[in-house]
């Protein structure tokens, strides 16, 4: 089942992603098996072929098509309800970079976790992240990259939220993003997957 459905994301095929997601769950599949086990693996195939140029952008935009909706449909399963939020964060991916699926990811575990979430989408701006979190009375702000050229924007940010002495933490994350680099510009947080951002920010609003 977990090979269907990663031959499935890697055609790109949004309609039997969603059925295969929503016939795994209905056979009682953990929300998480199906996305460590199906989703995830299927689209870092999907980073290697691409890498090797045996597939190109359409090919890759239709299998994050497809992520999406499979992440959409696993949502109500991995976001608990929670009456009272246990803190704002506010989260988006760094400006100059359209990747949003791990960002995405990253913003479902938060809401799991309790927290309520202000998606500010792609391509965002440090000066929008400190009008939002100003706005949103955030007690956090989470950056994603996946691109090593935007990277340098996560730096920007947190001298940002510096100067406009918010004095609320920031916490980075994605694939090229390291605890290295993030101590190295100054960022209070870091994590290396979705869940282990979770950790992370509850460590950093405690
Ligand atoms: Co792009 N792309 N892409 N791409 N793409 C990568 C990132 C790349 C590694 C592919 C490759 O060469 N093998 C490469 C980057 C190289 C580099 O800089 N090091 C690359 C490139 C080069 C590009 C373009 C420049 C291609 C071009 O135009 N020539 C272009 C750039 C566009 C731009 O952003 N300005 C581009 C475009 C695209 C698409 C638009 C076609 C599409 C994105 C669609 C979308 O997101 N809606 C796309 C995709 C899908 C990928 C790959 C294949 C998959 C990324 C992904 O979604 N992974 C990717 C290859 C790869 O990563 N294997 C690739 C699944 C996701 C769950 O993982 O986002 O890493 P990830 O999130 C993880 C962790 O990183 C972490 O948690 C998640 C797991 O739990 N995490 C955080 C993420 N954010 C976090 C934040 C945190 C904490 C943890 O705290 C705040």
Known sequence: MFQDLQDALLKGEKASVETLVDKALSEGVPAERI????????????????????IFIPEVLVAARAMNAGLTRLEPVL???????????????????????????????????????????????PERYV??????????????????????????????????????????????VTKEFADRIGAQGYAADAAGAADEVARLLS
């Open 131 to 176: 009008e939002a979190a100003r706005a949103e009375g955030a007690g956090i702000i989470a950056c994603s990259a996946l691109l090593t050229t935007t990277m340098a924007q996560m730096k920007s940010l947190v001298e940002a939220v510096r100067a406009a002495g918010l004095g609320i933490p920031v916490i980075i994350g994605g694939a090229p």
């Open 79 to 125: 976001v608990r309800d929670k009456v009272q939020p246990k803190g704002v964060v506010v989260i988006g991916t760094a400006k100059g970079d359209l990747h949003d699926i791990g960002k995405n990811l990253v913003a479902m575990m938060l809401k799991g976790a309790g927290y309520r979430i202000v998606d500010l989408g792609i391509d965002v701006a």
């Open 35 to 54: 996305l460590n086990e199906g989703l995830i693996p299927g689209m870092e195939t999907v980073g290697v072929l691409f890498r090797n140029s045996e």
